[in-house]
Every structure is written in structure tokens, then in C-alpha cells.
């Protein structure tokens, strides 16, 4: 594992996330790191819901009580430490995490990802934009058959 340092332990509050861009393995990535007293869970900041490309949702909010963060954009609770979805939709997904190490108080993370649900989330994000690009076809298509009536009853 090839490895980058984060930040710092303390730049991360307490139970408390916060988001990063970083370069990984010669990629930019958006992450959320994610804090419980010293451990330290880094996530790609991506939606296994809606397939949302990366730096797209805010899931920077902590429920201190119940040990999860959210996303703020459907509400999906995720694990601290695994990045399961618990409730809300993707419940039973994950979020991809990325290889972690605390070493004297500093963040590194690795550039492998690993990810349970990787094929399900990028198999949304293909249905998704298939279907946007049906709904944009028919928008021509409909255009088009307005464009030529008006042509001919003009």
C-alpha cells in the first residue's frame, strides 16, 4: 500500500468528519474522513444511493449517539467504521473505504479502496444515466415532431 498523509489526528473533531481532496494512486478523489477518539475511517465521498459521482453528497453530519454519519442529502445513516448503510436508502450498501493508519497522531491513507458494493452502486449510476439519456432522446424527438407539425400547418 502505497501511502499519502491526510491531516493531522486533531484537524478531525471528536465523532466529527470532515472532507478532503487528495490525490490517491495519480487519481483526485474527494474523501470523508471520519473520527472516534483516535481511529480514524476514510471514505470516498461518493452516493451508493443515487450513483452520484464523487463531491456531490454532504455526509459530514455525526449522530454522536447511535455512532453513524449521514447523508444530509436522503438521510442514509452509515456505520463509522465500515461504511454500511443501516437505514434509508442504499440500506444493506456500503461506502468504499480506503486503507487508514494513525502514526504519531498524523492521518495516512492508502490508495487501495475497498468497496462490497462497487459493481451494485456503478450498475445505479449506468441505469441512471441510460435512463437520462432516454428521457433527454424522447425531449428531442418531441421537439422535433412539434418543430415539423408547426412546419406543416404553417
Not at 451494485?120 to 422535433?144: C, F, M, N, S, T
Amino acid at each position: 500500500m502505497s501511502k499519502v498523509r491526510l491531516c493531522a489526528v486533531a484537524d478531525i473533531g471528536d465523532q466529527s468528519s470532515e472532507e478532503f481532496d487528495i490525490e490517491l494512486g495519480g487519481v483526485r478523489r474527494y474523501v470523508i474522513a471520519v473520527r472516534e477518539a483516535d481511529q480514524v475511517f476514510v471514505y470516498l465521498d461518493y452516493c451508493p444511493h443515487m450513483g452520484y459521482p464523487e463531491k456531490f453528497v454532504d455526509m459530514r453530519f455525526m449522530c454522536t449517539h447511535s455512532k453513524k454519519f449521514y447523508c444530509a442529502v436522503h438521510g442514509a445513516r452509515f456505520n463509522l467504521d465500515d461504511g454500511a448503510c443501516t437505514s434509508g436508502p442504499p440500506s444493506g450498501d456500503f461506502l468504499g473505504r480506503f486503507e487508514t493508519e494513525v502514526i504519531d497522531g498524523e492521518v495516512y491513507v492508502g490508495d487501495t479502496l475497498t468497496w462490497p458494493g462497487k459493481e451494485k452502486v456503478l450498475a445505479k449510476r449506468q441505469a441512471l444515466i441510460d435512463a437520462y439519456k432516454a428521457q433527454a432522446k424522447a425531449r428531442e424527438e418531441e421537439e422535433a415532431r412539434k418543430r415539423a407539425a408547426g412546419e406543416t400547418n404553417g
